[in-house]
């Protein structure tokens, strides 16, 4: 607050006093005066702005919590079935496309897409021939619902590269691992393929 006082040497033989000298310290002050209601007002206004967000916080769309637990990224499924693969891609702020697939000869084979789609609050997923509906979700969590089977089931994200599936007894029915981005995945395992080697997993995200 240093700069708001204003010193003055009031001898003739310094400064002769002149009425044009006050000019600017009336502008500071009149810039003051009307500044201050603002300025009395901000803390209100900012907890009107918090309020608000708060009050948005609380329609969060579920697609945002489940693109963040996905990743929009390619994921390796381990089961006691042959391994095969999950595509996660949300182009659309209400849909979120999966993409199941299998590797044969280096190439992707055999692609199965579902969708993942919000409609009126409420989130289903069409997937390979069943009617799933979002029950709940976390920050690391979310549950679907087959109500035409009475089955449920969970996914866990239990690290960065690691996604837990489980049934209705909480017992796991899959492993998903995230890999390489899918087209340094793909390029990769089509050299595998013909030059037997195994890149496509060396750099699988630990």
Not at 6 to 19: G, L, V
Not at 163 to 175: D, F, G, H, P, S
Request: glycine share 2%; with cysteine.
């Amino acid at each position: 607050m240093a700069g708001m006082f204003f010193y003055f040497n009031q001898s003739p033989a310094i400064m002769p006093f002149k009425a044009s000298r006050l000019l600017p310290l009336f502008v500071v002050i009149i810039v003051c005066l009307c500044c201050f209601p603002a300025c009395k007002n901000s803390p209100k206004a900012d907890a009107e702005k918090h309020a608000a967000v708060s009050k948005n916080s609380t329609n969060i769309n579920p697609l945002d919590s489940l693109e963040i637990m996905f990743d929009n990224d390619n994921w390796m499924s381990i089961d006691k079935r042959d391994t095969s693969y999950y595509y996660f891609s949300r182009t659309e702020p209400n849909s979120l496309k999966i993409y199941h697939y299998f590797l044969l000869y280096g190439d992707s084979v055999n692609t199965v897409p579902s969708l993942m789609k919000l409609n009126n609050g409420v989130l289903n997923w069409e997937t390979e021939g069943k009617q799933l509906k979002l029950d709940s979700i976390g920050k690391n969590t979310c549950k679907w619902i087959d109500s035409s089977r009475q089955e449920a089931i969970t996914f866990t994200k239990t690290s960065v590269k690691e996604i837990e599936v489980t049934n209705n007894n909480n017992r796991q029915v899959m492993k998903l691992r995230k890999t390489l981005t899918l087209s340094s995945f793909l390029t990769r395992s089509h050299y595998d393929y013909e030059h037997h080697t195994r890149l496509a997993f060396e750099d699988t995200v630990r």
